[in-house]
């Protein structure tokens, strides 16, 4: 049996039983003999011991182990509990086995514990950050300088973009405007064929050919209708 205090640290696994692990074994899985979780005086060794029927678990007093939950085929529940009656119990603990793997579930207490630790560490970390900014002058009080006197950054700053870049390489943290460049690359887009620009002059043009041409039918219908000159009589 693991410690209580350690258990929220502790996990358990055997390789042998992960490509093979259902809702119907995963019992027998937890109730192996190297698993730290499984204490091997509850009512469910006893039942294994005696070649019972499981479904006369409920019938006994004292701990126990029942499936809770199941979601296959990666995560299955657990919850060891104290049955007092066979309509009576007290639970004591939640254990999921995901992906093979064994892990006790935290209680509320702890994981309030655990965010809030978080919080004052980000805190912490954000007022150090603070305190490197700050300059005291005696006439000015005091001021914040986000560079240095060289115009470079601050050393905090610094180091935490050297560790930015150490969590991944430039692929990793520009993946998508990489592939997305190559892909435009590679089939760049096709753009529909649009008509050209009108031009200004050509209206132009067309407007006035069109007026010549339409001044040209009235001149030759006049000329038609027109009565010849009258002859004048010439003068000795």
Not at 27 to 36: C, G, I, K, S
Not at 42 to 68: A, F, S, W
Not at 97 to 125: C, F, M, W
Not at 190 to 199: F, V
């Amino acid at each position: 049996m693991v410690d209580q205090r350690d258990a929220l640290g502790t996990s358990w696994h055997d390789s042998t039983w992960i490509p093979i692990l259902s809702a119907n074994n995963v019992m027998d899985y937890f109730a192996e003999r190297t698993n730290p979780f499984y204490d091997r005086t509850c009512n469910n060794e006893v039942i294994k011991m005696q070649r019972i029927n499981p479904d006369h678990l409920h019938n006994l007093v004292g701990l126990e182990y029942t499936l809770l939950h199941v979601q296959e085929p990666i995560l299955y529940v657990i919850r060891k509990e104290h049955r007092h009656s066979p309509n009576q119990v007290t639970p004591l603990a939640d254990y999921y086995v995901i992906a093979g793997k064994v892990y006790q579930v935290p209680d509320l207490g702890s994981v309030i514990n655990s965010r809030l630790t978080s919080s004052i560490n980000h805190l912490q970390e954000a007022f150090k950050e603070a305190r490197s900014y700050a300059r005291y002058h005696p006439s000015k009080g005091y001021t914040f300088e986000f560079k240095s006197q060289n115009g470079q950054e601050p050393e905090t700053k610094k180091r935490k973009r050297e560790t930015e870049k150490e969590l991944g390489s430039l692929f990793q943290t520009q993946r998508v405007d990489m592939l997305l460049a190559d892909l435009a690359r590679k089939f760049p887009p096709k753009l529909p064929n649009q008509p050209p620009p009108p031009n200004p002059d050509g209206e132009v043009k067309v407007e006035r050919a069109e007026s010549v041409a339409s001044a040209a039918p009235s001149q030759a219908s006049e000329a038609k209708t027109k009565p010849p000159p009258d002859k004048k009589p010439r003068l000795a």
